[in-house]
């Protein structure tokens, strides 16, 4: 990123000259070209043919009037601007041939009745807590906007000591526990950044904390980094992230109806009851008014990386400084209307091809979320349109605008619950967008669709270069030395965590799901506030929405892709790659935990902890740690092992039906190679075709399990989750991962031999699909 924006030209004259040279080279090839992945030769022929066809289709000037009038005012839940948004939106869908329902939850979304925080010592000051209108920003004084504030923190009256713990998660409280500080009985204060939001409170009532204060520092999203708004896109000095708080790792979605869809019979539980409502009294600032606070604390000067780009030194404190936090809310249901937009498949009705994007926002929300929900608008448009040409997809295409994603996932978490029975047998994929901007692709999601949307990536050219917007990708990250996929063709998509719709379909019914979005040139600090409105995004997100177009290409052909495959285009052998990469991290965190309890307990032994605030006294842990005792690998060990032929033999008959495919087109016969499984696309063969769909389909459930992970058996998936501690950082192997981060070795040791059968079983499933693609 730092690269392109500060010498744009060389980078771009090399990308070009690469992309010549491609085109030379490959330009001889071409007429011989395999069949696209999951495709036989004349459905890959037809298939490129729309995509063709949907390039020439998408206007960029579509998504810049469709944000334009959607963010003209503020569209939380259950502002009224929200409602007619989704209106809006599904007008578009039934104009563009959609069926489309108003799927509604009654969900909890509090919103505050006071907010208060004082100082009382050693001076006295009163925080703002508002972004005041900015002349240059047409909407930053519209009526109707939400006060800054995080939803589903506690109600609260407190005074106490104020005291700064840094970013707020766990190795920080380890480093005030050396200093000899603790907050029990104190509010802290703690910088965004480092985890996500709602990890910081949680940390911090565990560890008796009475309140916490958030706030942005200009060193992460302010004027250390550039300009600030209105000159530059940089968070400006008053401007504030709002976000919810509750306790996602637990379980996203309605607090009071975990489990199952909040329609308005549902069971709830009452606030006191739900485990995901915060227990502390939690707000957000800006930075100039947590300037006051900061400034009055004293103590030991903060560790180095602690320090911020405020024109002060960083003290820890506890104090003098001294703090009231008063917040009370009302905690009313709210309706979430989510937009369900279908376009019936023409062959397979009941395989469902699922693409989302999220429509609410917490103040303007041009970059998060209307950025991505006009580009998919788009991308349903041109869709709707090929198929009244009679391009109408095999598969169905289902559409969700979903409503309270930025309260906690709630309208697509809600759905899915509702949903979960029908959607188990039916769902093929799910493709995710949420805010995006300029830049480079972002992939993350299911490695076993590594290798199909580095394929789609292959073919979108990149709006600033000419070349793919894989090549720019590639070339970014190779300068970077990031790692490869072991095939050495693929780049690695990400694994994913949370933090977007993607979280019910993926973590918990195992469905194969793809979250995709151009960033990288977009910097900015409009996140969540009152300035992230059509005027910041128009200057400094995406200007001229050319990265909103091509990100509706990209999105188009992988969903189209996905709708007309004959057979879907899952790949294992990356599958197996990351996995191994991922079974050599928690081997190796595993020794690195055993190594530093040695050095910690020889440290406890000698007496030796120092108080880095003052070097004369000792500080002494309570007890040493256990030692950390052998752990079997040998289970999953084999499993991947087994796992791996299983994926070598599917992609290597699937990569010999695909040669056959080639060679058949290139010899001018488009049925297949003499008949077989090829045969006109595999139209004599429906059956196999049906059963081996519904095979790989089963791949991904076979990765979670019914009861979940320990402690938060919302979340199923065995490969993937979001972190105990990281909110939206992603932990891979989790069950294993965390066992070892908790130093719970039996429960180490019990999900090892539950991971090594997940992978036994999703081996079985391989396998079977093998044998159908040779029938």
């Given at each position: 990123?730092?690269?392109?924006?500060?010498?744009?030209?060389?980078?771009?004259?090399?990308?070009?000259?690469?992309?010549?040279?491609?085109?030379?080279?490959?330009?001889p090839?071409?007429?011989?070209?395999?069949?696209?992945l999951?495709?036989?030769?004349e459905?890959?022929?037809?298939?490129?043919?729309?995509?063709?066809?949907?390039?020439?289709?998408?206007?960029?000037?579509?998504?810049e009037?469709?944000?334009?009038?959607?963010?003209?005012?503020?569209?939380?839940?259950?502002?009224?601007?929200?409602?007619?948004?989704?209106?809006?939106?599904?007008?578009?869908?039934?104009?563009?041939?959609?069926?489309?329902?108003i799927?509604?939850?009654?969900?909890?979304?509090?919103?505050p009745?006071?907010?208060?925080?004082e100082?009382?010592?050693?001076?006295?000051?009163?925080?703002?807590?508002?972004?005041?209108?900015?002349?240059?920003?047409?909407?930053?004084?519209?009526?109707?906007?939400?006060?800054?504030y995080?939803?589903?923190?506690?109600?609260?009256?407190v005074?106490?000591?104020?005291?700064?713990?840094?970013?707020?998660?766990p190795?920080?409280?380890?480093?005030?526990?050396?200093?000899?500080?603790?907050?029990?009985?104190?509010?802290?204060?703690?910088?965004?950044?480092?985890?996500?939001?709602?990890?910081?409170?949680?940390?911090?009532?565990?560890?008796?904390?009475?309140?916490?204060?958030?706030?942005?520092?200009?060193?992460?999203?302010?004027?250390?980094?550039?300009?600030?708004?209105?000159?530059?896109?940089?968070?400006?000095?008053?401007?504030?992230?709002?976000?919810?708080?509750?306790?996602?790792?637990?379980?996203?979605?309605?607090?009071?109806?975990?489990?199952?869809?909040?329609?308005?019979?549902?069971?709830?539980?009452?606030?006191?009851?739900?485990?995901?409502?915060?227990?502390?009294?939690v707000?957000?600032?800006?930075?100039?008014?947590?300037?006051?606070?900061?400034?009055?604390?004293?103590?030991?000067?903060?560790?180095a990386?602690?320090?911020?780009?405020?024109?002060i030194?960083?003290?820890?404190?506890?104090?003098?400084?001294?703090?009231?936090?008063?917040?009370?809310?009302?905690?009313?249901?709210?309706?979430?209307?989510?937009?369900?937009?279908?376009l019936?498949?023409?062959?397979?009705?009941?395989?469902?091809?699922?693409?989302?994007?999220?429509r609410?926002?917490?103040?303007?929300?041009?970059?998060?979320?209307?950025?991505?929900?006009?580009?998919?608008?788009?991308?349903?448009?041109?869709?709707?349109?090929?198929?009244?040409?009679?391009?109408?997809?095999?598969?169905?295409?289902?559409?969700?605008?979903?409503?309270?994603?930025?309260?906690?996932?709630?309208?697509?978490?809600?759905?899915?619950?509702?949903?979960?029975?029908?959607?188990?047998?039916?769902?093929?994929?799910?493709?995710?967008?949420?805010g995006?901007?300029?830049?480079?692709?972002?992939?993350?999601?299911?490695?076993?669709l590594?290798?199909?949307?580095?394929?789609?990536?292959?073919?979108?050219?990149?709006p600033?270069?000419?070349?793919?917007?894989?090549?720019?990708?590639?070339?970014?990250?190779?300068?970077?030395g990031?790692?490869?996929?072991?095939?050495?063709?693929?780049?690695?998509?990400?694994?994913?965590?949370?933090?977007?719709?993607?979280?019910?379909?993926?973590?918990?019914?195992?469905?194969?799901?793809?979250?995709?979005s151009?960033?990288?040139?977009?910097?900015?600090?409009?996140?969540?506030?009152?300035?992230?409105?059509?005027?910041?995004?128009?200057?400094?997100?995406?200007?001229?929405?050319?990265?909103?177009?091509?990100?509706?290409?990209?999105?188009?052909?992988?969903?189209?892709?996905?709708?007309?495959a004959?057979?879907?285009?899952?790949?294992?052998?990356?599958?197996?790659?990351?996995v191994?990469?991922?079974r050599?991290?928690?081997?190796?965190?595993?020794?690195?935990?055993?190594?530093?309890?040695?050095?910690?307990?020889?440290?406890?032994?000698?007496?030796?902890?120092?108080?880095?605030?003052?070097?004369?006294?000792t500080?002494v842990?309570?007890?040493?740690?256990?030692?950390?005792?052998?752990?079997?690998?040998?289970?999953?060990?084999?499993?991947?092992?087994?796992?791996?032929?299983?994926?070598?033999?599917?992609?290597?008959?699937?990569?010999?039906?695909?040669?056959?495919?080639?060679?058949?087109?290139?010899?001018?016969?488009?049925?297949?190679?003499?008949?077989?499984?090829?045969?006109?696309?595999?139209?004599?063969?429906?059956?196999?075709?049906?059963?081996?769909?519904?095979?790989?389909?089963?791949?991904?459930?076979?990765?979670?399990?019914?009861?979940?992970?320990?402690?938060?058996?919302?979340?199923?998936?065995?490969?993937?989750?979001?972190?105990f501690?990281?909110?939206?950082?992603?932990?891979?192997?989790?069950?294993?991962?965390?066992?070892?981060?908790?130093?719970?070795?039996?429960?180490?040791?019990?999900?090892?031999?539950?991971?090594?059968?997940?992978?036994?079983?999703?081996?079985?499933?391989?396998?079977?699909a093998?044998?159908?693609?040779?029938g």
């Amino acid at each position: 990123m730092a690269t392109t924006l500060r010498n744009p030209v060389p980078v771009r004259a090399a990308l070009l000259a690469l992309a010549s040279l491609t085109v030379l080279i490959a330009a001889p090839a071409r007429a011989q070209q395999r069949p696209l992945l999951g495709f036989g030769a004349e459905s890959s022929a037809a298939q490129l043919a729309a995509e063709a066809r949907l390039d020439e289709s998408v206007r960029s000037e579509n998504l810049e009037r469709w944000m334009e009038r959607m963010t003209r005012e503020p569209f939380y839940v259950g502002a009224p601007y929200n409602y007619e948004n989704a209106m809006f939106v599904a007008e578009q869908f039934r104009s563009w041939g959609y069926e489309v329902e108003i799927a509604e939850y009654e969900i909890l979304f509090p919103t505050p009745l006071t907010r208060h925080v004082e100082m009382l010592e050693p001076e006295s000051f009163v925080a703002s807590l508002e972004e005041p209108e900015i002349p240059e920003d047409g909407t930053s004084g519209v009526a109707g906007r939400l006060p800054t504030y995080n939803a589903y923190s506690a109600d609260g009256d407190v005074t106490a000591e104020l005291v700064y713990v840094n970013q707020g998660i766990p190795r920080d409280y380890e480093e005030l526990e050396r200093m000899g500080i603790d907050v029990a009985g104190k509010i802290v204060i703690a910088r965004y950044g480092g985890s996500w939001r709602g990890i910081k409170p949680k940390v911090a009532h565990e560890h008796g904390a009475l309140a916490t204060i958030l706030y942005s520092d200009p060193r992460d999203d302010g004027f250390f980094q550039g300009d600030a708004y209105p000159k530059g896109p940089y968070r400006a000095e008053f401007g504030v992230q709002r976000g919810a708080v509750q306790d996602m790792p637990l379980h996203p979605g309605d607090p009071l109806t975990p489990g199952v869809g909040a329609t308005v019979d549902a069971e709830r539980l009452t606030v006191e009851e739900s485990p995901t409502v915060m227990k502390i009294p939690v707000l957000p600032m800006s930075w100039g008014d947590a300037l006051p606070l900061l400034r009055a604390l004293e103590g030991p000067v903060a560790p180095a990386s602690w320090r911020g780009a405020l024109p002060i030194t960083y003290h820890v404190g506890p104090g003098p400084a001294k703090v009231r936090v008063h917040l009370e809310f009302n905690w009313g249901l709210e309706t979430a209307y989510n937009v369900i937009a279908t376009l019936p498949g023409s062959e397979f009705p009941d395989e469902w091809v699922i693409r989302g994007n999220h429509r609410d926002g917490w103040a303007m929300g041009a970059a998060d979320p209307i950025s991505g929900t006009v580009s998919m608008m788009e991308e349903a448009r041109v869709i709707g349109e090929l198929a009244q040409a009679g391009m109408r997809p095999r598969r169905t295409i289902v559409y969700g605008s979903w409503d309270a994603e930025e309260p906690g996932l709630l309208g697509s978490t809600e759905w899915v619950e509702h949903h979960a029975d029908e959607l188990r047998p039916k769902a093929v994929a799910y493709i995710n967008t949420d805010g995006t901007g300029r830049g480079f692709l972002s992939m993350g999601g299911s490695h076993t669709l590594q290798s199909f949307i580095n394929d789609v990536a292959r073919s979108v050219d990149d709006p600033q270069t000419g070349v793919s917007v894989w090549e720019r990708l590639h070339a970014a990250r190779s300068v970077g030395g990031a790692r490869r996929a072991d095939d050495g063709s693929d780049i690695t998509i990400s694994p994913l965590g949370s933090g977007s719709d993607y979280t019910p379909f993926l973590q918990h019914l195992g469905i194969a799901s793809l979250n995709l979005s151009f960033s990288g040139e977009s910097g900015g600090g409009s996140y969540h506030s009152q300035y992230d409105s059509f005027d910041h995004y128009s200057r400094f997100g995406d200007p001229g929405f050319q990265y909103g177009a091509a990100l509706a290409k990209t999105t188009a052909r992988a969903t189209l892709r996905l709708a007309n495959a004959d057979v879907l285009p899952l790949r294992f052998s990356p599958f197996v790659a990351n996995v191994k990469t991922y079974r050599d991290e928690v081997m190796a965190l595993l020794d690195q935990t055993r190594e530093q309890t040695g050095r910690r307990n020889a440290l406890v032994a000698s007496n030796a902890y120092t108080l880095a605030a003052d070097p004369t006294k000792t500080y002494v842990p309570p007890e040493a740690q256990d030692e950390v005792p052998f752990l079997n690998f040998a289970p999953v060990q084999n499993a991947i092992t087994r796992l791996e032929a299983s994926a070598v033999a599917y992609d290597a008959a699937y990569d010999a039906m695909r040669e056959s495919h080639a060679a058949a087109a290139a010899g001018g016969d488009p049925a297949g190679a003499g008949g077989g499984a090829g045969n006109a696309d595999m139209g004599e063969h429906a059956d196999v075709q049906r059963r081996l769909n519904a095979a790989l389909i089963r791949t991904e459930r076979l990765m979670t399990r019914e009861d979940g992970l320990p402690r938060r058996s919302w979340f199923r998936h065995q490969i993937y989750a979001p972190g105990f501690y990281t909110g939206y950082g992603v932990k891979t192997l989790p069950g294993i991962r965390e066992a070892i981060e908790e130093r719970a070795w039996d429960e180490a040791s019990a999900q090892v031999e539950r991971l090594a059968g997940t992978l036994n079983g999703l081996a079985d499933k391989i396998d079977e699909a093998t044998a159908l693609l040779g029938g």
